[in-house]
């Protein structure tokens, strides 16, 4: 049984004068409806003061653990050098780009999952046990946020960015059942915390999606739901053989339209060739690698920006991931 000890939020006033961005940041307007609006605000994680190459015994995701095995887990300076090539495709594009001081002997790459937007609503979820650390950097994006627009999911209610993807009316999010949640590190979200975020946003249609997992094969299951489905502005990115349940897939199929669906390879789903970020419903940024999926979004008018993330993919996770949205038009 894996063991999932809730990450409490309450103590997160305490550490709001200890983390500062690097500059100044007055309240933050949140505004979140989709994945591909005109991004305006975002969060990128830090590279900074990782603490090196992890003991195998305290990895919690089969790709970080197999880079280790295989002795290629990045090193910090591969990481801070691929995170400041997106940051300047970003920055090119006039988006506020955030970043929260790092904390030491910390990976913080993965900014996605320990918070997320809902419409104006600013989440905090609880997270496992090993990345609770990680929520004290979200002091100071909480003390710009008013109290009224942050959501605090109650003892038991497990999520993680990840596997929440905001689609217009829809919410769809990556869920496990009780069984593969206390089996599975790699199973992040539960039932509980899917019921809870569809009563608090009653206006939105939740639809859940079961995901393989495997806490020791990183070509055998779906860490979160957006390394194997992400909408993008001209349709969406699927990795059909990682779902569960294949209504799921049909289902997906059906909603964006066949021809509206870029039906990723497995070579193509352990490269997380889904897991790209959206600036805008006509601009996307890929990893430089993704040569076919480039080619499928220039002939569907889109707007394709590369940048380099062949280091940050062994840790288990790519753009979307280091990434968490604040405000889209």
């Not at 502005?233 to 569960?244: E, M, N, S, T, Y």
Request: proline content about 5%.
């Amino acid at each position: 049984m894996v063991s999932k000890v809730p990450c409490v939020y309450s103590v997160i006033n305490t550490f709001t004068a200890i983390f500062a961005f690097q500059y100044k940041v007055m309240q933050i307007q949140l505004d979140i409806q989709n994945e591909f609006g005109t991004l305006k605000t975002v969060v990128v994680g830090v590279a900074r003061k990782m603490g090196g190459m992890p003991a195998i015994e305290d990895c919690y995701d089969p790709r970080s653990a197999e880079s280790v095995l295989n002795s290629t887990y990045p090193s910090e300076e591969s990481c801070m050098a691929e995170m400041k090539g997106f940051i300047e495709i970003l920055e090119e594009l006039n988006i506020e780009v955030l970043r929260p001081e790092s904390i030491p002997a910390l990976n913080q790459v993965f900014a996605r999952d320990i918070a997320f937007v809902i419409e104006d609503q600013l989440v905090l979820p609880n997270v496992i046990e090993d990345r609770a650390r990680e929520v004290t950097a979200m002091a100071i994006i909480e003390g710009n946020v008013p109290s009224s627009n942050i959501i605090m999911m109650p003892s038991g209610c497990y999520a993680e960015g990840g596997d929440v993807i905001v689609h217009n009316h829809h919410v769809f999010v990556g869920v496990s059942n009780n069984e593969a949640f206390q089996t599975y590190k790699t199973s992040r979200t539960n039932y509980a915390g899917l019921t809870y975020l569809s009563d608090e946003f009653p206006g939105k249609i939740f639809k859940g999606f079961e995901l393989l997992k495997s806490d020791v094969d990183p070509r055998g299951g779906s860490l979160h739901l957006d390394c194997a489905f992400q909408p993008v502005g001209c349709g969406a990115l699927l990795v059909p053989h990682l779902f569960k349940n294949q209504e799921d897939v049909d289902w997906i199929l059906s909603f964006f339209g066949a021809d509206n669906v870029y039906q990723c390879s497995t070579e193509e789903a352990y490269a997380l060739t889904t897991n790209v970020f959206s600036v805008s419903p006509t601009q996307v940024i890929v990893d430089d690698s993704f040569i076919s999926l480039m080619d499928w979004l220039r002939t569907k008018g889109m707007k394709v920006f590369k940048v380099s993330y062949s280091e940050i993919v062994k840790m288990g996770g790519l753009l979307r991931c280091s990434t968490m949205p604040l405000k889209r038009d």
